[in-house]
């Protein structure tokens, strides 16, 4: 039977409720755990994470019609912003922080329209046509929070944009086994077939030398996109560098964790301490970048 949002709560309409969706977005994401950003800030960031979470898991785990699913969420995303009140918890509490930090609509479509495409392909060609699949399913989150902290301007965006397309790419690069093993490839075709990658290398439980070199060579190219957005740092103050300089050195971590294993992500995923993305955000907020 197909879920859908005609019901009060997510629980009674087949889809993740907050008690579901909330932990999980505050253990993906450094800043969002930081006692340093102060409680206001925090639940602003949770509640752009848990639609990011529960949108995501819309498009990869709830069962029935997917895109119907996707449309009736758009609609009744569009309630909070249209002075209506919206049926699912997670919009609800989204309502109070689209008013008080000014927020636009568009980066929430967008978040919503990286899961349809994600119903419609499963491989990337180019590594560009990767990058604009990030324009949607991770630039918006970047884009909000600088609303979070009044801080999205132009430039700023543009630099947020490259860091959050980084960690995106990171993500993905963290877990290529498992995007296989639900039949998606992030890794670009063209890239596979320059080093000799077969589809069968991505499911094998161990790396070899051809696979390996790939992901040394998507790591530093995201690690380089990263490192041009990281400046974004330095045109901040206060909570808001404190965040994004948690991205920043999060994300450096992780491609640290990637590189510290061989590139080999297919044993088990490589994933970077809390000690380590503190490290390395202490290191991005000291020096601005």
Not at 30 to 42: E, H, Q
Not at 95 to 124: H, S
Not at 147 to 158: I, L, M, Y
Not at 217 to 244: H, M, N
């Amino acid at each position: 039977m197909t879920a859908t949002l005609g019901r009060p709560t997510g629980a009674e309409s087949g889809l993740p409720g907050e008690s579901a969706i909330l932990p999980l977005a505050s253990r993906e994401n450094f800043t969002v755990a930081s006692l340093l950003l102060g409680r206001a800030t925090r639940d602003h960031l949770m509640a752009i994470y848990g639609f990011a979470r529960l949108v995501d898991q819309l498009g990869d785990e709830v069962e029935g019609d997917r895109l119907a699913i996707l449309d009736d969420f758009e609609e009744d995303l569009n309630r909070v912003f249209d002075d209506a009140r919206p049926r699912h918890p997670s919009l609800q509490r989204l309502v109070l922080t689209v008013r008080a930090c000014n927020m636009p609509r568009g980066p929430f479509l967008r978040l919503i329209e990286a899961n349809r495409r994600d119903q419609r392909q499963l491989t990337y060609e180019t590594f560009a046509d990767l990058v604009d699949y990030c324009d949607l399913s991770a630039n918006p989150v970047g884009e909000l929070v600088l609303h979070v902290f009044g801080a999205a301007t132009k430039e700023r965006v543009e630099l947020s944009d490259r860091v959050c397309t980084a960690l995106q790419l990171a993500e993905h690069w963290q877990d290529v086994g498992e995007d296989f093993g639900h039949g998606r490839i992030y890794l670009p075709g063209e890239d596979r077939r320059r080093f000799g990658v077969s589809d069968s290398d991505l499911g094998a439980r161990t790396a070899n030398e051809p696979f390996r070199k790939l992901l040394e060579f998507e790591t530093e190219r995201a690690r380089k996109l990263l490192d041009e957005g990281a400046p974004l740092v330095g045109t901040l103050k206060g909570r808001a560098r404190i965040a994004v300089a948690g991205y920043v050195g999060g994300g450096r971590a992780t491609f640290d964790a990637i590189a510290g294993a061989g590139f080999d992500v297919l044993r088990e995923t490589p994933r970077a301490t809390s000690a380590q993305k503190a490290r390395r955000a202490f290191e991005a907020f000291r020096r601005g970048e």
